[in-house]
Antibody, heavy 116, light 107 residues
Framework: QVQLVQSGAEVKKPGASVKVSCKASGYTFASFDINWVRQATGQGLEWMGSMIPNNGNTRYAQKFQGRVTMTRSTSISTAYMELSSLTSEDTAVYYC?????????WGQGTLVTVSS | DIQMTQSPSSLSASVGDRVTITCRASQSISIYLNWYQQKPGKAPKLLIYAASNLQSGVPSRFSGSGSGTDFTLTINSLQPEDFATYYCQQYYSPPYTFGQGTKLEIK
């Protein structure tokens, strides 16, 4: 079945960077965009950006421009999202989700905690 | 950015009820609107895409309608597993914004 499996929880200090992975299976990785969406505790969903695995092209939300980098390794069907200059405001669950437009399926989420 | 506003923010209903959640876009988004369901501690799940299309595997008691700026999600004959938070999302233009969510609780 189509599945996205994300890397485990991370604890980072303010100012550090975090890199979350999202491994795809059950479909042709290059054929669908990968999106990244985050959710702070008790809050709503926030789209961070997307990547086209076929060519590596990316589109980032203005809010994260300059701080987020989305990459991929097609040989292992894995997408990555790296967020730098972390602050406590970045503490959230980070999700990857497949698709252009409609997001389905989603990864299980990766909790990133930023704390000194 | 396109703002998505859902109403109500929370809703209490009973098993067997029919409920409607609305979503309004700050500008016309044609039918580029999805609905998701999220349960505590879980990832969102796609229910409806392109405003009115039922995602495969989703029960037929869920339905969506609307176009332009106004959209609705209707759940007929609520089941216990339907109590969750629901989000709308526009994909007319990036950033692909979500509504703030509607929490559906058991009365």
């Amino acid at each position: 079945q189509v599945q996205l499996v994300q890397s485990g929880a991370e604890v980072k200090k303010p100012g550090a960077s975090v890199k979350v992975s999202c491994k795809a299976s059950g479909y042709t990785f290059a054929s669908f965009d990968i999106n990244w969406v985050r959710q702070a505790t008790g809050q709503g969903l926030e789209w961070m950006g997307s990547m086209i695995p076929n060519n590596g092209n990316t589109r980032y939300a203005q809010k994260f421009q300059g701080r987020v980098t989305m990459t991929r390794s097609t040989s292992i069907s894995t997408a990555y999202m790296e967020l730098s200059s972390l602050t406590s405001e970045d503490t959230a669950v980070y999700y990857c989700a497949r698709g252009t437009g409609r997001f389905d399926p989603w990864g299980q989420g990766t909790l990133v905690t930023v704390s000194s | 950015d396109i703002q998505m506003t859902q109403s109500p923010s929370s809703l209490s209903a009973s098993v067997g009820d029919r409920v409607t959640i609305t979503c309004r876009a700050s500008q016309s988004i044609s039918i580029y609107l999805n609905w998701y369901q999220q349960k505590p501690g879980k990832a969102p799940k796609l229910l409806i895409y392109a405003a009115s299309n039922l995602q495969s595997g989703v029960p037929s008691r869920f339905s969506g309608s609307g176009s332009g700026t106004d959209f609705t999600l209707t759940i007929n004959s609520l089941q216990p597993e339907d109590f969750a938070t629901y989000y709308c999302q526009q994909y007319y233009s990036p950033p692909y914004t979500f509504g703030q969510g509607t929490k559906l609780e058991i009365k």
